[in-house]
């Protein structure tokens, strides 16, 4: 049986009357104690927690507890017992607790903590006992039992920790704190006049319990108040157990690995938990939804949900599909499935081609030597190799599969696979953007390379030590909550108490989550300055004066490259899937020509030159059309046919072929195109590529060369391509 995780947890507070007295302006300590009893309630009421708290109060004006008797264990009450924490305790802590007007010793109620979590936790497992003790120690104290206590805290293995409102460091003569680190969390959270005698003599308890319990490191389970509302003001994230999926992961028909895998990181979204209630009320009961089904006639014909059916919109057209349909439409799988399809080098595998929403960790089945040995020798091999497994991952036999990379991770303590799905080929996106390399105007200078640089090296999050070894990350996002859910539940909990108040600011420290870290920002104004030097803005106003023909007409070459030309990224080819059914596709079609082309002419008995005709006669359609889409489809299928062409010794049809396009490019005014082949460096095949050509490199530089203007002085209209361009965007 799994171990339990749950806790049982006794919050111990001393509501004396020196708890709840304070100087003017100040908070006083009961109310300090409160709020952070408040914030762990919060913590773990919103991240789902499944430890249960109990709440024990001492310094209360009556007793109620079960050791009581006579003069012992006297204005000590057991206000909560153990149960998990819900908004009744947290409305319990703010309001209902009220302070005492006596005095009880904080021994004594660690005795009854004690009791109580003996009692109430027996027959019961928790993974640990612990008591969370707040006071002033303004109480008076006996030392008759400290021994006891001790030695009964670690035969019952129960925790202790201490909240005080002053630290423990302080001063006997004024109450100054010592030059501790901390000195500044402590401001104004100790008396100013200096502590009691009968403080000091609780500090001296306090220093033997804690350190008697563990020399080591007692001290450090004792804080100040200011110290744990700070470290409590972030809400707890929410703790998930992992779930194992075991599966076998196969290589081909013989080879097959028990394996087990866990979510590694995967998004965490808020649990969905909103409902309709009615708004006098509150109650869901009181509130009933009833969907009903209409024609829309005249007369709102009611229709019997039986008597409906869903349907697809398929351009103008509704196709109905009915839950059947679906059904059978789905993909049929024999059950999960974790099979590797090959092997890839690491390099091919871009890192912005990482997608989904989740990262498996895989390793080998527990308990399995034969597993084990097989599945670390592949992981070794991976790494040695600097090579990555392409992977179907299908989680089981109700869902779609996926194919992804599993790439070796090899730590001191495990090796494992680290598995994250890939896109398929409608995921990908491919943008055209401006061209900067060919515009002078935007080519920075060395001291604008070097101020960059230099604001680069100052904004590093990664801070070196003097040492040259030592490493710290001042920026770790695994360690950042998401603001999102800690508003959420600031604003939810501040509604559970004033449901008819406006919501709170969002707190300073949310704000201040995401900002730039103090280190960084003072590094780097030195560098941002230079910047901001060397890149002078310039407010560019709007000029309303009429233009006139001339003015839209004229010629603008002398200004260089126009900034606005394509330039393509070339993002196919690494995940193209080859399609299943080849002996379907009978022509180049509109939809993946350059893919239907490919698979046409490696047909048997296929007709090369009929087959590129097609290709050719697709290329035209998208340069007709015009757009940045339909010149990536253009180039796309231009690079397919230069590389099919060189493989089938066809060498002389692709470069007729481009002469051909090279002259409709410029009859047509489509520079914008023929400056993405350019980019693109697709030219002629030379004879340095393949032997049958007959084109020397030299030629095929000169070919993609723009052709030269033969006269300079010519009058704009008489250019042709940028007029024509222009002339038919005016008309549309």
């Known amino acids: 049986m799994a171990r339990s995780n749950k806790a049982a947890i006794v919050l111990c507070l001393d509501v004396g009357f020196t708890m709840s007295s304070s100087a003017p302006g100040e908070e006083s300590s009961l109310e300090q104690a409160k709020k952070i009893m408040m914030k762990f309630v919060q913590r773990q009421v919103f991240a789902e927690s499944k ?86 120690l303004n109480s008076p104290v006996s030392e008759d039992q400290l021994e006891i206590i001790i030695a009964n805290l670690k035969k019952t293995g129960i925790s202790l920790q201490i909240f005080l409102p002053f630290p423990m460091d302080v001063d006997d003569g004024g109450g100054d704190v010592s030059a501790s680190v901390h000195s500044h969390m402590h401001r104004n959270s100790f008396p100013k006049n200096g502590l009691t005698e009968q403080q000091k003599e609780g500090i001296d308890v306090v220093r033997k319990l804690m350190h008697t319990l563990d020399e080591g490191g007692g001290l450090e389970e004792i804080y100040t108040f200011r110290e744990s509302l700070e470290r409590l003001s972030m809400f707890k994230k929410i703790e998930r157990r992992p779930m194992a999926w075991p599966c076998q992961l196969t290589i081909g028909s013989n080879l097959s690995i028990r394996i087990v895998a866990y979510k590694s990181v995967t998004e965490e979204k808020v649990k969905k938990i909103w409902t309709v209630v009615d708004a006098k009320t509150l109650r869901k009961d009181d509130v009933q939804r009833e969907t009903v089904y209409c024609l829309n006639d005249d007369d709102e014909t009611e229709v019997q949900k039986d008597d409906t059916i869903q349907g697809f919109r398929y351009g103008s057209d509704i196709v109905p599909f009915s839950k059947e349909d679906e059904e059978q439409m789905k993909y049929k799988t024999e059950g999960k499935c974790f099979s590797v399809l090959g092997f890839s080098r690491s390099s091919q595998i871009q890192q912005h081609y990482y997608m989904g929403n989740q990262v498996l960790k895989v390793f080998a089945a527990k308990d399995d030597e034969n597993a084990a040995v097989a599945f670390s020798a592949l992981v070794h091999a991976l790494d040695e190799l600097k090579a990555v497994a392409i992977v179907r991952y299908a989680y089981d036999r109700r869902c779609n599969p996926q194919i992804g990379v599993a790439f070796p991770y090899i730590k001191d303590a495990y090796e494992c696979l680290i598995y994250v799905q890939l896109p398929y080929m409608e995921d990908l996106r491919q943008y055209i953007f401006s061209s900067l390399k060919n515009n002078k105007k935007c080519i920075p200078t060395a001291d604008q390379l070097s101020a960059v640089d230099s604001l680069i090296d100052s904004m590093n999050l990664v801070y070196e030590d003097d040492d040259g070894e030592t490493f710290e990350d001042l920026f770790k996002p695994s360690k950042i909550p998401n603001p999102h859910f800690q508003r959420l539940y600031q604003c939810l909990q501040h509604k559970a108490f004033h449901p008819n108040e406006p919501l709170p600011p969002i707190e300073q420290h949310l704000l201040e989550m995401l900002e730039m870290p103090c280190v960084v920002k003072e590094r780097c104004q030195a560098p941002l300055e230079k910047v901001k030097a060397l890149f002078p803005l310039k407010e560019v106003g709007k000029k309303k004066e009429e233009k006139t023909a001339q003015d839209i007409f004229k010629d603008n070459s002398e200004d260089g490259p126009n900034p606005k030309k394509p330039k393509i990224e070339d993002e196919e080819g690494s995940f193209s899937i080859i399609k299943l059914a080849e002996g379907t596709v009978t022509s180049v079609g509109s939809v993946n020509p350059a893919e239907d082309f490919r698979i046409l002419v490696r047909q048997k008995n296929a007709d090369f030159k009929d087959v590129s005709q097609q290709l050719i006669n697709r290329i035209d359609q998208f340069l007709e059309n015009k757009g940045s889409q339909y010149y990536m489809k253009g180039i796309s299928c231009i690079r397919v046919f230069r590389e099919e062409a060189m493989k089938l010794f066809k060498v002389q049809c692709f470069n007729d072929f481009l002469q051909a396009l090279k002259s409709k490019v410029e009859d047509k005014a489509l520079a914008d195109f023929w400056e993405i082949l350019i980019q693109d460096r697709i030219s002629l095949i030379t004879k340095d590529e393949t032997e049958e050509s007959s084109v020397t490199s030299e030629e095929a530089e000169k070919f993609l060369a723009p052709k030269e203007k033969k006269n300079e002085t010519l009058p704009p209209t008489d250019e042709g391509g940028d007029v024509d361009d222009l002339v038919s965007t005016v008309k549309t």
Do not use: W
């Open 51 to 136: 430890d249960e708290v109990a709440v024990i109060l001492f310094g209360t004006d009556g007793t109620r507890n079960d050791l009581a008797s006579g003069d012992q264990y006297q204005n000590i009450t057991v206000h909560r017992s153990l149960m998990l924490p819900d908004f009744d305790l947290l409305e319990d802590i703010q309001d209902v607790i009220k302070p005492g007007s006596e005095k009880a010793d904080f021994l004594d109620a660690i005795i009854v903590c004690m009791d109580l979590l003996q009692k109430e936790t027996v027959g019961k497992k928790y993974e640990k006992r612990h008591i969370e003790l707040f006071t002033d």
